[in-house]
């Protein structure tokens, strides 16, 4: 594939639409179905209002590219219920801050290229309802055609924001993050027009941005919102994991196991007060720190951890067990400096924020 990469996506950009599907079966024989790569937003309308008047439904999966299984998994659902699914793979500036990874995030076009045509002959294979046609990877500019935004907190664009929501937790580290992806789902959403937008747990004040986004906009468009896809060990899937390297990633389990500590005590203790909750996870974590620091030099600092309401993401002191609530986390791991051999992959001298959640499901009773 290497030797492609780089004629296969100049072909994909500057032809507006290649099939795909087409280059990778020259190569493993496994693809039956095309996919179309388009970049501009006129050619995706295009093929949409065809689309429509064929009366054939859209699924649509934003990412920023780097696939794993929790972006396939978002695929699948949309292929279960639309005809087509549309995939965008774009690396949005705008919601990163200016000191963030930006440049360093993974960029794997034709791998990712790859994944999605050996999903889609599993769902032909399946006799699912839909398949994956076509992928949407803009450039910049397509996106923003006035020019890029500034990332900025107080910086010139056009932008969508969602306040006090886009302040809290998430947005508290990442004062711009959730302004950036709420101007780009809804430009997104304009270009593509889908009937159905699919987003993951694991990015849980995301979802709650994008549904407000949709209500407050009057946007024509479902949200739907699948379960966190997890590694065996529990870790969530998730594209930045490939910077941990052997001893963070090991460490890294202490994200989920301190919610799963959290959760025992609102589902086998009947804890419902904040502290009673919260105190045993961070106990946990307190413990734990010492344990990896020592014994493998590996050290991160706490960022949050949150028992909020779920649907405007505000801290409670107290769960209305009627209501459920949401634990989530955000951990930082902080460089390493010593690079042992099998981690030289990795670049550990730079840090990794790790988030994930869990929903506490109402009590009933
Ligand atoms: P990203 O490419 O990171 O912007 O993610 C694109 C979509 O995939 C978002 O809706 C994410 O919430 C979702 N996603 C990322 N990781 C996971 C995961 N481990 N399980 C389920 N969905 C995920």
Known sequence: MNALRGKAVINALANRSIDYG??????????????????????????????????????????????????????????????????????????????????????????????????????????????????????????????????????????????????????????????GVATVCMKLFNVVQPDRVYFGQKDVQQTVVVKQLVTDFHLDTTVRVLPTEREPDNLAMSSRNVFLGARRRAAATVVPQSLRIAEQEYLMHDRLKRDEILDPAQVFLHESRKQASTEHGVDWELDYLSLAQLDTMNELDHVDPQKGAILSIALKMLPMLDVREDEETADITRSVRLIDNIILPPRPG
């Open 22 to 179: 087409n280059l990778v079966r020259t190569f493993s024989k496994i693809s039956r179905r095309k996919i179309h790569v388009l970049r501009r937003p006129q050619d995706i309308r295009k093929v949409r209002h065809t689309l429509r008047d064929d009366k054939r439904t859209v699924g649509f999966v934003p990412t920023m590219g780097a696939l794993h299984e929790g972006h396939l998994a978002l695929a699948r659902a949309a292929a279960a219920e639309n005809d087509e699914v549309f995939i965008s793979i774009f690396v949005n500036p705008t919601q990163f801050g200016v000191s963030e990874d930006l440049g360093s995030y993974p960029r794997t076009f034709d791998s990712d290229m790859v994944k999605l045509v050996e999903l889609n002959d599993s769902l032909i294979a399946t006799k699912n309802m839909g398949r994956i046609t076509t992928v949407f990877a803009p450039t910049t500019k397509d996106i923003y055609p006035s020019g890029r935004p500034s990332s900025e907190i107080n910086g010139d664009g056009s932008f969508i924001t969602i306040t006090p929501l886009s302040r809290l937790l998430e947005g508290r580290t990442r004062p711009v993050f959730f302004r």
